[in-house]
């Protein structure tokens, strides 16, 4: 079984410039999450999909973030415009169903961003 | 606020066992899930509580109590491929969002 794609691995951008991350979730999967995970911290949830509709995107910076699953599969994230403190590792994890949240999600290897 | 606490650091010796602490402050409680990250890479699945006691996977075992809102992680017979940083996750309510610890780095040392 394929585990989740993430695109690009890393990315460094100066500040005020765009980014987008993009994600592939495990198939069959129809919750996917972005994390947002600075050094040292645990990941903290960004945007929660289930299908193509967005469950809980509480914690997301709305001014700067946006995030779409069109078609219920791949994800984008993306950032506009970027600021010092958006640098930080953008994790995508899948889980079967929203009650996979409580049992077991299956993390991609993310994307590490510097914004300079 | 909600919030899971675990200790920053944690050494112990190739061989050893070692357990690692997690209290949690959540409005309501559904459960108390692990997970192991190595620098670089993803956090990986090690196990979830969810009524109290002991779960044994393998080397590692997961323990919970939820009167007293607390949980550990036990890791036995660690090996150097252990070390790695371990969180603790929760529900934050019934919305399904998780919320993380901010993670236990455990080094073993030969």
């Known amino acids: 079984e394929a585990g989740v794609a993430q695109s690009p691995r890393y990315k460094i951008i100066e500040k005020r410039q765009s980014v987008a991350f993009w994600c592939n979730p495990i198939?069959?999967?129809?919750?996917l999450y972005w994390y947002q995970q600075i050094l040292g911290q645990g990941p903290k949830l960004l945007i929660q999909?289930?299908?193509?509709?967005?469950?809980?995107d509480s914690q997301l910076p709305k001014d700067r973030f946006s995030a779409e699953r069109l078609k219920g599969v791949d994800s984008t994230l993306k950032i506009q415009p970027a600021k010092l403190e958006d640098s930080a590792v953008y994790l995508c994890?899948?889980?079967?169903?929203?009650?996979?949240?409580?049992?077991?999600?299956?993390f991609g290897p993310g994307t590490r961003l510097t914004v300079l | 606020g909600q919030s899971l606490e675990q200790p920053s650091e944690v050494t112990a010796v190739e061989g050893a066992i070692v357990q690692i602490n997690c209290t949690y402050q959540?409005?309501?409680?559904?459960?108390l899930s692990w997970y192991q990250q190595h620098d670089g890479g993803a956090p990986t699945f090690l196990s979830y509580?969810?009524?109290?006691g002991l779960e044994e996977t393998g080397r590692f075992s997961s323990f919970l109590s939820r009167s007293d809102s607390y949980g550990y992680l036990l890791l036995q017979e660690l090996q150097m491929k252990d070390s790695a940083s371990y969180f603790c996750?929760?529900?934050?309510?019934?919305?399904?969002?998780?919320?993380f610890g901010s993670g236990t780095r455990l080094l073993v040392r030969p």
């Open positions: 959540t409005s309501g409680f559904y459960g």
């Open positions: 996750s929760s529900p934050m309510d019934s919305s399904y969002k998780l919320i």
């Open positions: 509580n969810a009524l109290d």
């Open positions: 198939s069959g999967h129809a919750t």
């Open positions: 999909f289930q299908n193509n509709g967005v469950v809980d």
């Open positions: 994890a899948s889980s079967l169903d929203l009650a996979g949240s409580f049992y077991e999600q299956f």
